[in-house]
């Protein structure tokens, strides 16, 4: 009797106090939550900062050029010394939902924090469990590389309590539950708005553009709203989720900092999750309105009609059909009719490759511009596949062009 | 010194057209596989994009895509009584250089031979008896039949998506093909390019004479197409700027718009570029390839060693490392004895050019291999037991080019420089057209390869050393074709031709074709071939030797297509037979 009293108080003592601080919520053991962890990993794209171009998974140390400096992504595998195998998983759950580092420091927000606070303390305890069971790699990184007065972390405070409101994803009533998985992908893991949502001066989200297009690294992250001429209104869902999966579709080709994101997460994505973003993507109002068409007799419009001929038409076709999953659409595109013409005349100047996927492997190109025509060419001829087959979007200047050559001249190589 | 490295399965030498579908072949099989390839890494928005491709003075005049005679040439001799000189500029042929070699430079005319073609030897006897061929001609059999090879020539037509008409779909005859072709499992993969005037008006004229024209194949895409490796091409935009150049719109067939997309996805496989292999190194029992030696471009010499070696450069270069590697008997002309440089062949050549009045053919509205085309008189498609050759070649308006510098014709006995070239160029520009043939070239015991006694590379090997002449058989043969070319020509209305049969001696320096063939050739008989019928070395079964080296004689027609099916047909031998009992293939 007295003994099986002493043995509940002991069961019960080591129910408090024992097993269950002995077994971690992430849990390496489980293999369910490991292969749900590296899925939320890859939807969340944690290797397109934390991976550097032939470093050791999750290594880290690539650096994100920021409008305020250099900061460079941690090492986030389990090495104790210089990664995070010895945080907690409170510590983890922490930094990736409400910004807080490890010793309680507040984390730059080019660390997705204010979308992944979408997810549930589960999911980051799946990613914490999957990266527990990645290589550990001995690799100190000193994140912050920015300059003063950015490199006072103590100025992040404010930037939380203006722009970061922690909590989880709520699904919207009303709304089917294949547009609140997509809303939930978006908004949460996916962090499609850290790049396609415009910042504003201090680099919050303007929340009234949401994933209304946003410049970043020298490229404009174009459009996603239902908009048609400049959004994703004139694409089919099937569309969408061709163009996630392959990085081609029968309008465009992913290129730029987008092939990453297909390369290393939506390609790998499930269907029916890529058919829920494009549902959420495809239901978002659009509001932009177009601007007055430019003028056929416009000299820039004669001018690009003559070298759009000699030049584009060959690839691109005299009706700027092009070739589904091989030369990019103009007639009708919303990446043509951008507001920001930035990728147009990077790439007219610059060239570009497209994204290869086991899908897609062709990864065609466009050959580089730069050398043969001027800026008063360029300006011209992107003018007029802007205006052309019933396209409308603002004229592009001369000076336009000649303030991208000289920030791509600039732009490490 | 060398150093040795890791050994892997397979090692390829050259990167063109059979590397790359044999790379692809094994890559996918599972095996390592290294290509060794002595050019330079060549891909389309960078090395040819739009933006230049069609600079005429760069790529056509001044050989860009080509291999540099500094670097690796051959001796060149018409009889065997001359003393061979090396060549110092390309003239006749053009060797491919880089990754992709002659697929990136090539017209695209993808072509399969006759049935009869594989049987040569055996074919004409039975129909005329021994007495047809001339004494030292030294035709044979292939060792392989059409059928067999049917297959494979589907595989590689539908890898380049060729845009072409069958003319014969399991025997039954379809209308608008060519109906002497052999009989095919299905359609061409896309349907063809569209005719421009000249061919149009050249179909017209055949048609009316009872023949039977039908478009070329052509590895210019009609329409964008995505292959069985999932890698897409481009519709072809005619700009005419095909053969010596690079397609820089996608639509060209080629290693880069075929295979290299998915290979380099695979991280079995391995290029290293600008790398020149020197010799296939032997063990001592000389029956087995040891791996290869190279240079890379600082002069540091690499032993690669490899279970499996497969020979892919061009077909002269294939010989030539026999020869440097002591693999097989050299061949002697005097004896007929000895194997490895026997039976070299070229291609023979012809043209009519025709000067109209009041037509215009926009000749710039172009594409290496649009144009229509008879077969009647091709191979043995028509009785030659009264006309003293043997032979024959298709004919047609192949509507190349109508490049500035190259592409400029006036009729003959108008002065070659001055104000009356220049009125008679400006006048005949848009209405003059040229036709052609393309014929036969078959084997003799006086046309091979050995090693020059005297020239060596920079390498201190001795220069291949090529002996070859026209024999009457295809001078005939070539006047002949010329003057039924000549009569369809005719009847399209112009005012003045001129035939051009192909006449002998044979120049090295007049640029003709590069379809060199021979020299390695397969068939049933060690003592008469240098590979069995899967391409395989008879003397070290783990060597394949691809291309058109592997020709006894070269057929009518452009042989990249028969080297492109025999890479596929080697390719399957070797995964589902060689790697699971590795040996000779074939007992001899």
Redesign the interface.
Known sequence: MQRSALVCILLLFLLLFGIGRARPDSDRQDYQQIANGRYLATLGDCTGCHTEPGGKPYAGGLALATPFGKILAPNITPDRETGIGAWSDDDFVNALLNGTGHGGERLYPAMPYPFYTKMSRNEALAIRAYLNTVEPVQHEVHSNQLPFPFNIRAGLLAWDWLFFTPGRFEPAAGQSAEWNRGAYLVQGPGHCGACHTKKNFLGGDETSRALQGGVLQGWFAPNLTGDPRVGLGGWSVDDIVTYLKTGHNRITAATGPMSEVVVDSTSHALDADLRAIAVYLKSLPEREEAPKSVADSHPSMRAGNAIFAD?CA??HAPTGEG?????PALKGSSAIQSADPTNLIRIVLQ?A?SV?T????????????DW?LSDAEIAAVVTYIRNNWGNTADPVSESDVRRQRSALAEEEP | MTRKLPPVDAVIVGLGWTGSILAEALTRAGLNVVAIERGPWR????DF???YAQDELRYRIRHELFLRPAQETMTFRNKTSETALPIRHWGSFMPPNGVGGGGVHWNAETWRFLPSDFRLKTHLTERYGNSILPPDMTIQDWGITFDELEPYYDRFEYLCGTSGKAGNLKGAKQANGNPWEGPRSRDYPNPPQRQPYGPTLFAEAAKEMGYSPFPQPSGNLSQ?Y?NP???????C?Y?GFCEWFGC???SKASPQTTIL??L??RTNFEARTLCEVLRIDLDGSGKRARGVTYADSSGEMFEQPAELVLLCAFQLFNVHLLLLSGIGKPYDPNTGEGIIGKNYSYQVTSSVDAYFDQKNFNPFVASGSIGMCIDEFNGDNFDHSKLGFVGGGYMGAVQTNGRPLETVRVPKGTPQWGAAWKQAAAKYYLSSYQAVTHGSCYSYRDAYCDLDPIYTDSFGRKLMRITFDFHQNELKMSEYLTDRLAEIVQKMGPHHIDKKPRTGPYTITDYQTTHTCGGAIMGTDPTTSALNRYLQSWDVSNLFVMGATAFPQNAGYNPTGTVGALAFWSADTIVNRYLKDPGPLVRS
Request: glycine share 8%.
């Open positions: 030049q060959a690839c070739i589904a999953n091989m030369f060239g490759r290869a086991d899908a897609a492997p062709t990864a065609p190109a466009m050959p580089a511009f043969k | 891909d389309t928005s960078t994009p739009t933006t964008a995505t490796l999932g890698v897409t091409l481009g519709p935009t700009c820089g719109n996608y997309p998915v380099l996805r």
